[in-house]
């Protein structure tokens, strides 16, 4: 940091101690003016009106690039209050902090192998590569290594013995909960909020993957539902249902809640491949700026099948599967129904009866997803659904396969219209 920002800093901090010692105590009234309450060092801050504005002033100054790039707004902002906590009985030490912070900012930050424990998927394979995600489970290996850093941590903290003690016994509890559990791990740097943010947003591709493979090769009645490890509740709920006359009653059970995992196994893995979707991941193995227009679809694609997959509506499920068809050939001039139904006809029909068929049941969809959207229409749609879920996946399988013939939309646009062009041929 030059002499001049850390200067702008010296006073941005001067006038807020200024602006703290001019404010009134904090009124109670009808409307209570905005307020910023902390404690850092055992000195409480409470900031109003101008102290408050200087207060903002002063952390824009730090939540910039390429620092705000490298660190999160939490740590930025607590890193300032450390060091104003620090320097304001002796604003002397001021330029001091402030500039080990600068420093520190200027550094780089740590590096952090992040373990993020799913349910709904059951790993049968010692590892998966999932992009920059390796899919494992927590065994007894992981688990003392774990325990290793936490116990060279713990002895380096400072504090009683007890509060040590118990940082060790609440991780290790932890721990133990997620053996045998299947896990994500991913290398992110940044402060831990930021990697773990970051870490998680990658996880999410993940995990539309892995419900996206669910929704291959389990069937939708065990509702297998791949997410972040949390609480999950399950069971079923009871339905009474009493005649009006009083002769009939009957108690329905009905399962809610996710009712077992995906088995992921060396086999599934086999099937993704012999059907062409081991495509998926090898687009995940590159980096966002290298992937295709097509490739960057085949995702989003894949999102919005594994979002159907977790619908309860069959009108919801039925506007997930045709988000999928939609989007490889929607245009900003308005309806893209006919195109939808020529694209996916040609790249699916080897004969003109089956691209007939398959032109005939796209335009069905549409329309059923049109009078359920717009309409409120009650539709009998479980049949509908259970072919429009087999044309979706085959359709991905074969842009999947064929990504290096059109990597943009225009380009399947053209394809298409050629094959029209030339009677399909």
Not at 44 to 51: D, N, P, R, T
Request: proline share 4%; net charge negative.
């Amino acid at each position: 940091m030059d002499e001049r920002a850390l200067g702008n800093i010296i006073e941005t901090f001067e006038s807020l101690r200024n602006a703290v010692g001019r404010q009134s105590p904090m009124e109670m009234g009808p409307v209570l003016e905005p307020t910023k309450l902390f404690s850092k060092h055992g000195r409480q801050f409470v900031l109003q009106g101008e102290a408050l504005a200087q207060y903002d002033r002063l952390l824009s100054k730090f939540n910039r690039r390429p620092w705000s790039g490298k660190w999160s707004e939490s740590y930025l902002e607590s890193a300032v209050q450390d060091a104003m906590s620090r320097s304001w009985e002796e604003p002397e030490r001021a330029a001091a902090a402030f500039s080990e912070l600068a420093a520190e900012l200027d550094s780089d930050p740590p590096l952090f192998l992040i373990t993020i424990p799913l349910s709904g998927v059951n790993l049968q394979m010692e590892e998966l590569e999932v992009g920059p995600a390796r899919l494992c489970r927590m065994d007894a290996t992981k688990a003392a290594t774990i325990m290793a850093a936490v116990n060279r941590i713990s002895s380096t903290m400072q504090g009683p013995p007890s509060a040590k003690e118990a940082y060790v016994a609440v991780t290790q509890r932890t721990v133990e909960q997620l053996m045998g559990v299947t896990i994500v791990e991913i290398s992110e740097a940044g402060d831990p909020s930021l990697a773990q943010e970051r870490a998680e947003t990658k996880c999410l591709t993940t995990i539309d993957v892995l419900q996206f493979m669910a929704g291959l090769f389990v069937h939708s009645e065990q509702r297998i539902r791949v997410d972040f490890r949390s609480v999950e509740s399950a069971g079923f709920r009871s339905v009474l249902l009493l005649s009006e006359d009083g002769t009939h009653f009957v108690q329905n059970q009905n399962r809610f809640g996710p009712s077992g995992s995906f088995v992921l196994t060396s086999d599934i893995m086999e099937r993704m491949k012999s059907v062409g979707f081991m495509a998926i991941f090898d687009i995940l193995a590159k980096e966002e700026t290298d992937k295709t227009e097509i490739e960057k679809l085949i995702m989003r694609a894949v999102h919005w099948f594994s979002d159907a997959e977790l619908q309860r509506n069959p009108s919801n499920k039925l506007q997930s599967y045709v988000t999928c068809l939609d989007m490889f050939f929607s245009s900003r001039d308005g309806e893209a129904t006919a195109a939808v139904q020529d694209g996916v006809a040609y790249l699916l029909g080897d004969s003109v009866e089956q691209r007939m068929e398959i032109h005939k049941f796209v335009g069905e969809a549409y329309e059923y997803r049109s009078r359920a959207s717009h309409e409120g229409a009650e539709l009998h749609l479980p049949e509908m659904i259970v072919k429009l879920k087999s044309l979706t996946a085959n359709f991905l399988a074969i842009v999947a396969q064929r990504r290096a013939d059109f990597q943009t939309k225009k380009a399947l646009k053209q394809w298409v219209y050629a094959q029209r062009m030339a009677g399909g041929a």
